[in-house]
């Protein structure tokens, strides 16, 4: 059984049933209305057609078999008279629609015979049948006289057919409509179905499903591709949030662990030796720095992807912005020994963009290249002007293989997705990074090769 109200079953079978009697509802106005109208035109066109053949064929020797095929072809009645309305001859192919030879008959000939009219045509009330009958005259050579009659109104029960065919008709189509109306629903719905319930399994978040898109319908098609791709981006989803949560847990769980350790032994063990009590202290601070940095850092991420979260366009000096930044790693130079080498041609180079998201951008692209630089510990970052303003950020580390690199700019991910504590930032940084290159409309990218390093590039538009 369908399922009416406000099934694809019922529509269907609704528009196709309103379809069918909007094409009957014609049928029976036309029936009604302009059938007779139609009829008497065509019944005038007839006569006045046979009138000119008539006339046209008069002389060949074979006139009256034309005659005679030209009553049979378009039903009417014809009779040929001479001048002493003498019956040379008399279809009889039309009989009902003929005219009798009664007295108002007599008189439309004598009428026309007697006046010498070329052509003329009269419109008469058949007494016999009564139903209107038009009839053309026509004069023709050697004094003989050409009188073609029809009736101007169906006779011999046409319209009672038509009407009794229209009956037949309406069933049919009423039943034609139900049996389409229930085999194109199925065609369209059952797929359609098929679709919902597994859309259904995916909302509770079953993604091993596959949605079949073997339909011969090309939106049906194009839909279980739509879904298909949902399916595999919403996984995608779901195990990044899976990564994130894990990765989140371990950047505050290890942070945590590390300052209890030490607040502990600041504490218990090192209550009396200041300078031990010191050294816990810092790496407490140190500790709970990292902590900030994390929420700051996700919480800066969500605010990105927020759809509020809009750029403050101000100018700025890009190479005093990019010297600033690598000041903040005079500790790192001094105790880690890394070496920062910084490239520009220009002392200046004004910009116009958000200068605390470009700070972020550099901020963080700085350190993803300190945290997989080489042995060297080497981290180069170029300025280079030609159409757009390109900035580079090159490590000579073990570099990113090639299938990797689509992957880099999602939170946390990782080679192998083996977290590790990084020297600096929190993993989120390249995410960050992309947000905010998008938000500016800069292209950016990543060219790498294994053992010898990696380039992070932005480029500013002039």
């Not at 995916?202 to 194009?222: M, P, R, V, Y």
């Not at 030796?273 to 990292?290: A, G, L, P, Y």
Request: aromatic fraction near 12%.
């Amino acid at each position: 059984m369908w399922k009416m109200k406000n099934s694809l079953n019922g529509e269907i079978l609704k528009y196709f049933l309103l379809f069918a009697f909007l094409i009957l509802g014609m049928l029976w106005i036309f029936q009604s209305l302009f059938f007779n109208a139609f009829y008497r035109e065509q019944k005038i066109n007839d006569i006045t057609i046979v009138s000119k053949k008539i006339k046209s064929k008069q002389d060949n020797s074979d006139f009256f078999d034309i005659v005679n095929n030209l009553a049979f072809d378009k039903s009417v009645c014809i009779e040929i008279i001479d001048n002493n309305y003498y019956s040379v001859y008399a279809s009889s192919f039309f009989g009902k629609g003929c005219l009798s030879n009664d007295e108002s008959t007599r008189r439309y000939k004598f009428d026309f015979i007697s006046n010498d009219y070329d052509q003329k045509t009269y419109e008469l009330i058949n007494h016999k049948f009564n139903n209107k009958t038009l009839v053309s005259a026509t004069k023709l050579n050697n004094g003989k006289y050409a009188f073609i009659n029809t009736s101007i109104e169906p006779i011999d029960g046409i319209t009672s057919l038509i009407r009794k065919e229209l009956i037949v008709i309406t069933l049919i189509i009423i039943i034609l409509s139900f049996i389409l109306a229930y085999f194109i629903s199925n065609y369209i719905a059952k797929p359609i179905k098929n679709i919902n319930h597994k859309a259904k399994q995916l909302a509770k978040g079953d993604f091993n499903i596959e949605f079949n898109n073997n339909s011969k319908i090309l939106e049906i098609k194009e839909l279980s591709s739509t879904l298909n791709y949902t399916k595999n981006e919403l996984n995608k989803t779901e195990e990044l949030r899976r990564d994130l949560m894990a990765n989140v847990s371990h950047d505050l769980k290890t942070p945590l662990t590390m300052i209890k350790a030490y607040a502990e032994m600041a504490l218990d063990l090192h209550s009396k030796n200041s300078k031990k009590r010191k050294e816990d202290m810092n790496t407490i601070i140190s500790e709970v720095d990292r902590l900030t940095v994390l929420v700051n850092d996700i919480l800066t991420l969500s605010q990105m992807e927020a759809v509020s979260d809009t750029l403050e366009m101000v100018q700025f000096d890009l190479v005093q912005l990019i010297e600033d930044i690598i000041n903040k790693y005079k500790i790192l130079q001094e105790q880690e020994k890394y070496k920062f080498i910084f490239i520009h041609e220009d002392s200046e180079i004004l910009i116009k963009a958000d200068k605390k998201k470009i700070s972020q951008v550099i901020y963080n692209l700085v350190n993803n290249a300190i945290n997989y630089t080489g042995d060297d510990n080497l981290v180069t970052i170029k300025i280079i002007k030609d159409k757009d303003i390109l900035v580079e950020i090159i490590d000579t580390g073990k570099g990113i293989k090639e299938e990797d690199i689509p992957y880099i700019w999602d939170k946390y991910y990782k080679n192998q997705k083996k977290h590790k504590r990084n020297l600096i930032g929190t993993g989120l940084g390249l995410s960050i990074v992309k947000n905010i290159l998008e938000k500016h409309h800069y292209e950016y990218g990543v060219i790498s090769k294994e053992d010898i390093g990696t380039t992070f590039y932005f480029k500013i538009k002039k």
